[in-house]
């Protein structure tokens, strides 16, 4: 079946540190692959995407990138800002049927 | 152009009463989607429809009910709440229900079930 694991949280960074999020998938076919952002009390956005092998994403400083072999899609960043303080979900959508599958989310918080 | 909007923003129920959640969106997508979010365990799907007059279930669609009778609408009716369905609901849509489109989002609807 199709799946998303990513790390356990809450994570916490002060400013100016480098992130880190793993994301591992378990998907039938050839799946395209996503980093969403949820700031608080809003929805969820888009943060990047690969939709094939090797592809990487990226925007606002993030990159992710697609490892087939590892069947990865950690999420990375630099240099953090208190302003990246969210819950990042990791999600897949298999070109087998019409559903999205999230990983469960982790909680940054940046702090000065 | 609003995106995806979604009424209301917040609502109180008691066990067995019913309601529907409204969600819109302007984009002419034909694929929407209901999900769930609690705590630790990220967003699960309930019921997905791929345009207009065609509805599927997701991973949990028990006590949840939709239709699709225009594309730019995708209502979620409680049948009869339960405490088990206080969460945070989102309605989402894309282009399609194809692996190349992100989903769009609602600003969520937080229902609590007494």
């Given at each position: 079946g199709n799946s998303v694991t990513?790390?356990?949280?809450?994570v916490t960074l002060s400013e100016e540190a480098f992130l880190t999020i793993n994301c591992t998938y378990t998907a039938t076919g050839?799946?395209?692959?996503?980093?969403y952002v949820q700031y608080p009390g809003e929805g969820l956005q888009l943060l990047l995407k690969a939709t094939k092998a090797d592809d990487k994403g990226s925007n606002k400083g993030f990159e992710a990138t697609y490892r087939k072999e590892t069947t990865s899609f950690h999420l990375e960043k630099g240099s953090v800002q208190v302003s990246d303080s969210a819950v990042?979900?990791?999600a897949l959508t298999?070109?087998?049927?019409?559903?999205?599958?999230?990983?469960?989310?982790?909680?940054?918080?940046?702090?000065? | 152009n609003a995106g995806v909007t979604q009424t209301p923003k917040f609502q109180v129920l008691k066990t067995g009463q019913s309601m529907t959640l409204q969600c819109a969106q302007d984009m002419n997508h034909e694929y929407m989607s209901w999900y769930r979010q609690d705590p630790g365990m990220g967003l699960r799907l309930i019921h997905y429809s791929v345009g207009a007059g065609i509805t599927d279930q997701g991973e949990v669609p028990n006590g949840y009910n939709v239709s699709r009778s225009t594309t730019e609408d995708f209502p979620l009716r409680l049948l009869s709440a339960a405490p088990s369905q206080t969460s945070v609901?989102?309605?989402?849509?894309?282009m399609d229900g194809s692996s190349s489109y992100e989903q769009y989002f609602g600003p969520g609807t937080r229902l609590t079930v007494t």
């Open positions: 990513q790390m356990e949280g809450p050839y799946p395209s692959l996503f980093w990042y979900f990791c298999a070109n087998t049927g019409n559903q999205f599958y999230f990983g469960t989310g982790t909680s940054l918080t940046v702090i000065p | 609901y989102f309605c989402a849509s894309s």
